[in-house]
């Protein structure tokens, strides 16, 4: 079982910068892909970012390539997503996701509560 737990969302302003983290507790951590989804308000979750568990493969939804990075430490058991040049498009509920290998949300195993962010133009 792992349980994870977002922070780091806010309103920004269009331009600025936004360092998400998702700490998780569970013991296989570090045997887990993990990731990011978002979804905006009247449209569906969708897939943003995944890492793998040794952090070699990474992969990124075409709108944020580029503009965000994800990262891992595994001896922290957390996972970061650093958000560059942030559009009013980017506005949406970040959930963390665990144990997944696709870029469904229906793949996903284990999702955060998932932390507001906000861009204004």
């Known amino acids: 079982q792992v349980q994870l737990v977002e922070s780091g969302g806010g309103l920004v302003q269009a331009g600025d910068s936004l360092r998400l983290s998702c700490a998780a507790s569970?013991?296989?951590?570090?045997?887990?892909?993990m990731g990011w989804f978002r979804q905006a308000p009247g449209k569906e979750r969708e897939f943003v970012t995944r890492?793998?568990?040794?952090?070699?493969?990474?992969y990124y939804a075409d709108s944020v390539k580029g503009r965000f990075t994800i990262s891992r430490d595994n001896a922290k058991n957390t996972v970061y997503l650093q958000m560059n040049s942030l559009k009013p498009e980017d506005t949406a509920v970040y959930y963390c996701?665990?144990?997944?290998?696709?870029?469904?949300?229906?793949?996903?195993?284990?999702w955060g509560q998932g932390t507001q962010v906000t861009g204004s133009s």
């Open positions: 569970g013991r296989t951590f570090g045997t887990y892909a």
């Open positions: 890492i793998s568990w040794s952090g070699l493969s990474i």
């Open positions: 996701a665990a144990n997944f290998g696709g870029y469904s949300p229906r793949t996903v195993g284990y």
